[in-house]
């Protein structure tokens, strides 16, 4: 074997391995943004719409509603947010009481715990020296990509093989490119 | 001397003007020894303005940073792109936008007080609550259909934000 092609194999194989974790984060992420139109990617959001039957509204109203919503935190804020509308603030909970309507929204916030790591790594939430390792890794990508073509000679490489495929899968996003 | 005498008096008189209801002072460090989560660029601005302040006097506003505190009441839950704060008086509120990525608001924010600063802009939208009028031919010119249709236009403020601290 060539001395050049065992470096370049070297380099596929580690940093193949090296990345490989991250290469299915960002997978597992990219596939989850992609849909982001039709569902959150980052967020389980549970809504509930009810009838107000107070006629005014009191520190004792308040009180009985979360507890007709089976809500025990005593820890919570109100605020009047416009002229008939109260918000109540709880952790990851949010009752919005509009007065006018008489119509009480429930709001539940829950995290997707492993989703929204992942896209917190994927689209760079996190700043600082992720931007440069996601930098790196990006160059490593690149690098997985033309090494590749060189992991094997003849025809199941670059002379018929890599050729054929390469193209094909150069094809598909020019022709996207052009159409859309 | 005469003309001295007059400058020290003037600089004199300009110190007591008082401060403005719209413009809150913040004390030296007050914004750096703020706990919470800070987001982008670091707040520079030592004042605030009122949300209600900017919304009346838009055209004052318009292209300026200001400094805003408010509660924070909605969140773009998808990308954390805006978010919506409430000032102390009634109806006062103003929607933050920021560029997609480079900040973005955690639902954790929401109930939270939060100081955010950035510049005000304004955008039209159409106003929801009116059908457009169909200008047609029959409509000849000066009959006031292209203002009707202007009419439908709303202008909505917004801040761009470029700074913020969540309070904990």
Redesign the interface.
């Known amino acids: 074997m060539n001395k050049w092609r065992k470096i370049n194999n070297i380099l596929h194989r580690d940093f193949g391995y090296f990345f490989a974790g991250l290469t299915i984060i960002y997978a597992i992420s990219g596939i989850a943004v992609n849909h982001i139109n039709s569902w959150n990617p980052n967020y389980i959001i549970e809504r509930k719409t009810f009838n107000l039957t107070y006629s005014e509204l009191n520190t004792k109203n308040i009180i009985s509603i979360l507890k007709t919503l089976n809500i025990n935190e005593t820890k919570y804020k109100v605020l009047q947010t416009d002229v008939n509308l109260t918000q109540i603030f709880l952790k990851d909970k949010t009752i919005s009481i509009n007065t006018k309507t008489k119509k009480i929204f429930y709001e539940s916030v829950k995290k997707r715990a492993v989703f929204h790591a992942f896209n917190k790594l994927h689209l760079n939430h996190i700043k600082g020296f992720w931007t440069y390792f996601a930098d790196f890794y990006a160059f490593v990508l690149i690098l997985l990509s033309v090494t590749g073509f060189f992991v094997l000679k003849g025809k199941k490489g670059l002379k018929w093989r890599g050729t054929i495929l390469g193209i094909a899968g150069l094809i598909i996003p020019v022709i996207f490119i052009f159409i859309f | 001397m005469k003309f001295i005498i007059i400058l020290m008096l003037t600089l004199f008189l300009a110190s007591c003007t008082p401060v403005k209801d719209s413009d809150i002072l913040i004390k030296k460090n007050e914004i750096a020894n703020l706990k919470g989560l800070k987001l982008g660029a670091k707040l520079t601005l030592k004042k605030t303005t009122k949300i209600s302040e900017i919304l009346k006097n838009p055209n004052k506003f318009i292209n300026k940073k200001v400094l805003v505190k408010g509660?924070v009441?909605s969140l773009c839950?998808?990308?954390?792109c805006w978010m919506e704060i409430?000032g102390t008086e009634?109806?006062e509120?103003i929607r933050i936008k920021v560029r997609d990525?480079v900040i973005?608001f955690p639902?954790?924010a929401?109930?939270?007080d939060a100081y955010v600063e950035g510049t005000v802009f304004s955008i039209n939208v159409r106003n929801r609550n009116h059908k457009k009028p169909a200008c047609g031919q029959e409509h000849k010119e000066g009959s006031g259909c292209e203002q009707k249709v202007a009419a439908n236009i709303k202008t909505i403020y917004q801040i761009q934000g470029i700074g913020a601290i969540i309070l904990d």
């Open positions: 509660t009441t839950s998808r990308r954390g409430v009634v109806g509120r990525g973005v639902m954790s929401k109930g939270k």
